[in-house]
């Protein structure tokens, strides 16, 4: 078990760029979740994956932005025409609702900066 | 959504001190995790507990899903204490499905 991977760790990049970030959720773990985090603030929900089906998007997910978790293991979150309302954290969690139980596991986030 | 409040927003601490950071919550929740975030962003997961209470080391976590509040305490804290701690919610059905709903977090900071 080594955790959930996200790259890249920092993106700096210039206001109206694309950029695209990927995760790589513990193994066997059927669902997904993007969450961004702003200074001073807790994380806020994007969207959630169940294997390859995208469950749920929530209103701060602009059509700007486009989230997918093809076959069910990576997920990339891409986000179009960067504006500097972007720049935040970006952290991806992933569980294994089994049981009753929904643990949620984040990984070390990717940190965007949009100049 | 579900609100998440925490308090205190802040807290100073000497190593050694202990300390009850409490989480309020709006609804009914099925899900209950409390995190530690490290300075370099990280969140650790610390504990799942929707009801009841559990410990870990210096750690112990109480959740009276019934009251909507969940209490985390940190005992003999340390430095390496400090940090973020947040507590989040979620109602695993309906609309809802799977997010979390996150609190704006207690700042811990221990001095040696």
């Known amino acids: 078990d080594t955790g959930v991977s996200q790259n890249p760790r920092h993106k700096i990049t210039k206001r109206g760029q694309n950029v695209t970030f990927r995760c790589d959720p513990i193994s066997e773990h059927n669902r997904l979740y993007w969450y961004r985090q702003t200074l001073g603030q807790g994380p806020e929900f994007l969207t959630y994956?169940?294997?390859?089906?995208?469950?749920?998007k929530s209103r701060l997910l602009s059509d700007r932005f486009s989230a997918e978790r093809p076959k069910g293991s990576f997920s990339t979150l891409e986000i179009q025409r960067t504006e500097q309302g972007d720049s935040a954290m970006y952290l991806c969690?992933?569980?294994?609702?089994?049981?009753?139980?929904?643990?949620?596991?984040f990984g070390p986030g990717t940190r965007l900066t949009v100049l | 959504g579900i609100q998440v409040e925490q308090s205190p927003p802040d807290l100073i601490l000497q190593e050694g001190a202990n300390s009850t950071l409490r989480c309020n919550f709006s609804d009914s929740v099925n899900n209950l995790q409390w995190f530690h975030q490290n300075p370099w962003g990280q969140l650790i997961n610390l504990f799942y507990?929707?009801?009841g209470t559990k410990q870990n080391g210096r750690l112990s976590a109480t959740t009276v899903a019934t009251e909507r509040y969940s209490l985390l305490y940190i005992s003999s804290s340390q430095t390496t204490d400090s940090g973020v701690y947040f507590c989040a919610v979620g109602k695993d059905r309906g609309s809802t499905l799977g997010r979390l709903y996150f609190g704006r977090g207690t700042q811990l900071t221990v001095w040696p």
């Open positions: 507990i929707p009801s």
């Open positions: 994956f169940q294997n390859e089906a995208q469950l749920e």
């Open positions: 969690a992933s569980s294994l609702a089994a049981g009753g139980t929904d643990t949620q596991y």
